[in-house]
């Protein structure tokens, strides 16, 4: 089981960006998915989660600008964002709780990260 994340870049101030985080492999089930960032010399904290129900929990920093949504028939995550700021600029890693099919309990797995850079 892998998770691959894709849509980073570098924008504008004021830009948008979509961020993708799919989930392969042998998966029986996803349960909680969500999006972590972590800026330079900074620890990773979270910017949204959402439950496979579609509850979400999101940042401060992210109420208002980035919208986390899924779809659970391809094990995938989103992370719209938009009214980019340069305090945004890290690297954005997508986690999930996912049960393999020759499981039966959840592990959490991380994807590889996306940069995200946001200039003027």
């Known amino acids: 089981v892998q998770l691959q994340a894709s849509g980073g870049g570098l924008v504008q101030i004021g830009g948008s960006l979509r961020l993708s985080c799919t989930a392969s492999?042998?998966?029986?089930?996803?349960?909680?998915m969500a999006w972590y960032r972590q800026a330079p010399e900074k620890q990773r904290d979270l910017v949204a989660l959402?439950?496979?129900?579609?509850?979400?929990r999101s940042a401060e920093s992210a109420r208002g600008r980035f919208t986390i949504s899924r779809d659970n028939t391809k094990n995938t995550v989103y992370l719209q964002m938009n009214n980019l700021k340069a305090e945004d600029t890290a690297v954005y890693y997508c986690?999930?709780?996912?049960?393999?099919?020759?499981?039966?309990?959840?592990?959490?797995?991380w994807g590889q990260g996306t940069l995200v850079t946001v200039s003027s």
């Open positions: 986690n999930a709780n996912i049960r393999r099919s020759d499981h039966w309990s959840y592990d959490n797995y």
């Open positions: 959402i439950t496979r129900n579609g509850e979400i």
């Open positions: 492999g042998s998966i029986g089930s996803v349960t909680n």
